[in-house]
């Protein structure tokens, strides 16, 4: 098991190797100079001449790799935009982002998991046609749109929820970029609308998915011998299916923390919400190569936890899995 | 020759008969010779009507439309080309089999009746092929007026590009149907072009990611070892940032790409289907009957071709008709954030990131668009959902 773990831990190292040498290129290569973007119009040839001294942008590639990454991660790699080291850039809105995220995870669940069982224990029924079809809706549903009509209903025309932004917010332990949001009234009331459309496509997923496994795990042997042993119908559904039910939907959920992430680009965007999505539109947007090589690393190194932690929880819930 | 029971057979034809005249290619469907030819006749029929009213509304330069998207329409036209010759086919085996006293039902015919029976598959069908209408005639759909040019000879214009500025975020109304944007352009129009820019980007992304990725998903499962585990490292390099971002990143290095290049990026780098055709491909050679064909010295590229893709050609009919609904949704979203379809195109992503300013004041931009992407890309993921079930009867 431990042998596992760090094979795959140098796997993911050797991933991310590769991609921050991928990014790096595709930065590289292309049009347009970001020293030209930093100097402003209308700025000297010998100010952008300055800053292409001071970036290292003349250098040979290889040099300039080495500086964004030695730069990285020793926090001396300063955003080319945003007039701070790329860490802090990205640290401050990455709360935002985690807050979001989570609420949106725990919505999806909330609501999948249950709908998911529903349907399959009242397999064929009215219900089960309805959850089918809506989880069905719900990944045809582009997410920005789905915010755009929450926004539209609940913000314009009801006028009960702010439309975008992330309202107050609360400094955590004193230190300024950790902010949250949800504790304050203001802050939570701007956190339904895009936690609730960030959700809506896990939501779908997972209820989907729960409800396949469960029909899954209906048909297995173990439920019929519970079932003649005379046991309560319930203590069946909950303690011997969905129990087994469940290793998938969990492993599911585990990669969806990291698509979270991803799925933020767009409702963030949407919704205004200062979370590290929009921050990656926008740093590309400005051409701000350091901010952007920064959070794609960042995201990638997300993911790719995320993925190992799966594997190893998929182990610890069903016991027959054995990595060697 | 068996007959479903329950319903007279007349009853059932003239159901087919119906259906077909709106899917061409439903014909797989029925079982004589006579009511094939019918039901073609029939698509054959409506589909020549739709297109002598358009060409007697004058507008005999309807490939072309409002801009210069022409590929994907093209592409669309090559599809329905397609669907003929597969139904010129069709026809000409029920002839053979006809001259037989008995036929069996194989794999496909077996399918397909599986199929018309599934509401679920219909119901996408008729949704998908609605859009591909309106896709291909959308300037019999869609509105316009002609005017005199410079040059001295009319002109038509189409209100999906014609900027009508003293009629700006007008409201629904007789004359817009749908209201106006922005600009003044009448939203009904540019929806109905915008069919074509979904559809054209989705079906052409969708199939080079099939040719893509199901070549190094195929390559990859079938020869195993280092072949394998290079193409799989190389996935998950791709696929440790999200997806959004990798085209985003890649989209800036022509930022006046077209939709050409739009597809481009998105065939080649949407390589989801490479992990599932995998898989189907490891489980598929491990088979007896591959075992034996390598036994008896059949070449490599003739077990892939002859043994290994028509047995995976389920989940992968599944997985294109899914991925196709991913596609628009994925280009709606980079239309959405700006970087994909280029601006005077009026594709529904593009259209939404417009309304996005508008939201207080004129719903319509932004509610219209949406619901488009929604029905389509609903109707490819209920279709791939019932084709799933119909494929493989043991799932169920």
Same mark, same amino acid.
């Given at each position: 098991?431990?042998?596992?773990?760090?094979?795959?831990?140098?796997?993911?190292?050797?991933?991310?190797?590769?991609?921050?040498?991928?990014?790096?290129?595709?930065?590289?290569?292309?049009?347009?100079?970001?020293?030209?973007?930093?100097?402003?119009?209308?700025?000297?040839?010998?100010?952008?001449?300055?800053?292409?001294?001071?970036?290292?942008?003349?250098?040979?590639?290889?040099?300039?790799?080495?500086?964004?990454?030695?730069?990285?991660?020793?926090?001396?790699?300063?955003?080319?935009?945003?007039?701070?080291?790329?860490?802090?850039?990205?640290?401050?809105?990455?709360?935002?982002?985690?807050?979001?995220?989570?609420?949106?995870?725990?919505?999806?669940?909330?609501?999948?998991?249950?709908?998911?069982?529903?349907?399959?224990?009242?397999?064929?029924?009215?219900?089960?046609?309805?959850?089918?079809?809506?989880?069905?809706?719900?990944?045809?549903?582009?997410?920005?749109?789905?915010?755009?009509?929450?926004?539209?209903?609940?913000?314009?025309?009801?006028?009960?929820?702010?439309?975008?932004?992330?309202?107050?917010?609360?400094?955590?332990?004193?230190?300024?970029?950790?902010?949250?949001?949800?504790?304050?009234?203001?802050?939570?009331?701007?956190?339904?609308?895009?936690?609730?459309?960030?959700?809506?496509?896990?939501?779908?997923?997972?209820?989907?998915?729960?409800?396949?496994?469960?029909?899954?795990?209906?048909?297995?042997?173990?439920?019929?011998?519970?079932?003649?042993?005379?046991?309560?119908?319930?203590?069946?559904?909950?303690?011997?299916?969905?129990?087994?039910?469940?290793?998938?939907?969990?492993?599911?959920?585990?990669?969806?923390?990291?698509?979270?992430?991803?799925?933020?680009?767009?409702?963030?965007?949407?919704?205004?919400?200062?979370?590290?999505?929009?921050?990656?539109?926008?740093?590309?947007?400005?051409?701000?190569?350091?901010?952007?090589?920064?959070?794609?690393?960042?995201?990638?190194?997300?993911?790719?936890?995320?993925?190992?932690?799966?594997?190893?929880?998929?182990?610890?819930?069903?016991?027959?899995?054995?990595?060697? | 020759?068996?007959?479903?029971?329950?319903?007279?057979?007349?009853?059932?034809?003239?159901?087919?008969?119906?259906?077909?005249?709106?899917?061409?290619?439903?014909?797989?469907?029925?079982? !004589?010779?006579?009511?094939?030819?019918?039901?073609?006749?029939?698509?054959?029929?409506?589909?020549?009507?739709?297109?002598?009213?358009?060409?007697?509304?004058?507008?005999?330069?309807?490939?072309?439309?409002?801009?210069?998207?022409?590929?994907?329409?093209?592409?669309?036209?090559?599809?329905?080309?397609?669907?003929?010759?597969?139904?010129?086919?069709?026809?000409?085996?029920?002839?053979?089999?006809?001259?037989?006293?008995?036929?069996?039902?194989?794999?496909?015919?077996?399918?397909?009746?599986?199929?018309?029976?599934?509401?679920?598959?219909?119901?996408?069908?008729?949704?998908?092929?609605?859009?591909?209408?309106?896709?291909?005639?959308?300037?019999?759909?869609?509105?316009?007026?002609?005017?005199?040019?410079?040059?001295?000879?009319?002109?038509?214009?189409?209100?999906?590009?014609?900027?009508?500025?003293?009629?700006?975020?007008?409201?629904?109304?007789?004359?817009?149907?749908?209201?106006?944007?922005?600009?003044?352009?009448?939203?009904?129009?540019?929806?109905?072009?915008?069919?074509?820019?979904?559809? !054209?980007?989705?079906?052409?992304?969708?199939?080079?990611?099939?040719?893509?990725?199901?070549?190094?998903?195929?390559?990859?499962?079938?020869?195993?070892?280092?072949?394998?585990?290079?193409?799989?490292?190389?996935?998950?390099?791709?696929?440790?940032?999200?997806?959004?971002?990798?085209?985003?990143?890649?989209?800036?290095?022509?930022? !006046?790409? !077209?939709?050409?290049?739009?597809?481009?990026?998105?065939?080649?780098?949407?390589?989801?289907?490479?992990?599932?055709?995998?898989?189907?491909?490891?489980?598929?050679?491990?088979?007896?009957?591959?075992?034996?064909?390598?036994?008896?010295?059949?070449?490599?590229?003739?077990?892939?071709?002859?043994?290994?893709?028509?047995?995976?050609?389920?989940?992968?009919?599944?997985?294109?008709?899914?991925?196709?609904?991913?596609?628009?949704?994925?280009?709606?979203?980079?239309?959405?954030?700006?970087?994909?379809?280029?601006?005077?195109?009026?594709?529904?992503?593009?259209?939404?990131?417009?309304?996005?300013?508008?939201?207080?004041?004129?719903?319509?931009?932004?509610?219209?668009?949406?619901?488009?992407?929604?029905?389509?890309?609903?109707?490819?993921?209920?279709?791939?959902?019932?084709?799933?079930?119909?494929?493989?009867?043991?799932?169920?």
């Amino acid at each position: 098991m431990i042998g596992y773990t760090l094979r795959r831990l140098l796997q993911v190292v050797f991933t991310l190797f590769a991609l921050t040498v991928l990014v790096f290129v595709l930065l590289k290569l292309m049009p347009g100079d970001p020293a030209v973007v930093m100097a402003g119009i209308g700025a000297q040839l010998e100010t952008i001449e300055g800053i292409r001294e001071e970036l290292g942008l003349n250098r040979p590639w290889p040099v300039q790799y080495w500086r964004f990454i030695s730069g990285l991660f020793s926090g001396r790699l300063q955003a080319m935009t945003y007039h701070k080291p790329v860490y802090l850039v990205i640290a401050q809105r990455l709360p935002a982002t985690i807050e979001l995220g989570l609420f949106g995870l725990i919505i999806a669940l909330a609501v999948s998991i249950p709908a998911g069982l529903l349907s399959a224990i009242y397999r064929n029924s009215l219900l089960d046609y309805t959850v089918t079809t809506v989880a069905l809706m719900g990944i045809s549903i582009p997410v920005f749109w789905f915010a755009l009509m929450l926004m539209l209903v609940f913000g314009v025309i009801l006028g009960i929820l702010p439309v975008s932004g992330r309202g107050d917010s609360i400094a955590l332990f004193g230190w300024q970029w950790l902010r949250v949001s949800f504790v304050t009234w203001d802050g939570f009331r701007h956190l339904i609308i895009p936690s609730v459309a960030l959700a809506s496509v896990q939501m779908a997923m997972n209820a989907r998915l729960t409800r396949a496994s469960m029909l899954e795990v209906l048909r297995e042997e173990y439920v019929n011998t519970a079932r003649a042993k005379g046991l309560k119908e319930r203590i069946v559904l909950i303690k011997h299916a969905f129990r087994n039910a469940l290793a998938p939907v969990v492993t599911n959920v585990g990669i969806q923390v990291g698509t979270l992430i991803a799925g933020a680009v767009l409702t963030e965007t949407t919704t205004a919400w200062p979370g590290v999505g929009r921050l990656m539109v926008e740093a590309l947007q400005r051409q701000d190569q350091a901010v952007v090589f920064g959070l794609a690393i960042f995201m990638a190194f997300f993911f790719q936890i995320s993925y190992v932690i799966v594997d190893l929880m998929y182990a610890y819930i069903d016991p027959r899995i054995t990595y060697d | 020759m068996t007959r479903r029971r329950g319903q007279p057979r007349f009853v059932l034809e003239t159901r087919d008969v119906l259906l077909s005249l709106l899917l061409p290619g439903l014909g797989h469907l029925a079982r !004589g010779f006579w009511t094939k030819a019918l039901m073609y006749l029939g698509t054959l029929t409506v589909f020549g009507i739709t297109m002598g009213m358009a060409v007697s509304k004058g507008r005999l330069s309807w490939i072309a439309g409002p801009s210069d998207y022409w590929f994907s329409t093209v592409m669309l036209f090559v599809m329905l080309m397609l669907i003929w010759i597969i139904g010129i086919f069709d026809l000409n085996h029920s002839v053979r089999s006809r001259t037989e006293r008995h036929y069996s039902f194989g794999y496909w015919q077996m399918t397909t009746r599986r199929f018309s029976k599934d509401p679920k598959g219909i119901i996408g069908m008729l949704l998908i092929l609605v859009t591909v209408h309106i896709a291909l005639f959308a300037p019999f759909f869609a509105s316009g007026h002609s005017f005199k040019g410079v040059e001295g000879y009319v002109k038509p214009v189409s209100h999906a590009i014609h900027m009508d500025l003293r009629n700006f975020r007008a409201p629904p109304s007789n004359e817009h149907p749908l209201g106006t944007d922005h600009l003044g352009r009448d939203v009904l129009d540019r929806l109905i072009f915008g069919t074509r820019i979904a559809l !054209g980007i989705g079906v052409v992304a969708t199939l080079l990611n099939m040719l893509f990725g199901g070549f190094l998903g195929l390559v990859g499962g079938f020869f195993r070892g280092a072949t394998d585990a290079t193409i799989m490292r190389a996935l998950e390099i791709v696929n440790s940032i999200p997806f959004l971002v990798l085209v985003l990143l890649i989209r800036g290095l022509w930022p !006046g790409g !077209g939709i050409l290049s739009l597809m481009l990026i998105l065939g080649i780098f949407g390589l989801q289907p490479a992990r599932i055709i995998r898989s189907e491909v490891l489980s598929v050679r491990e088979q007896d009957y591959v075992t034996a064909a390598r036994a008896i010295g059949v070449p490599t590229w003739r077990i892939i071709l002859k043994y290994v893709l028509p047995n995976a050609i389920a989940s992968l009919i599944v997985v294109t008709t899914m991925s196709i609904g991913v596609n628009i949704i994925v280009v709606a979203g980079l239309s959405f954030l700006g970087h994909g379809v280029p601006p005077p195109a009026p594709s529904w992503g593009g259209m939404l990131q417009q309304a996005q300013e508008f939201i207080r004041t004129a719903w319509w931009m932004a509610v219209f668009p949406g619901l488009c992407i929604v029905v389509t890309v609903f109707g490819f993921n209920i279709l791939g959902d019932s084709l799933r079930d119909v494929l493989d009867p043991k799932l169920k």
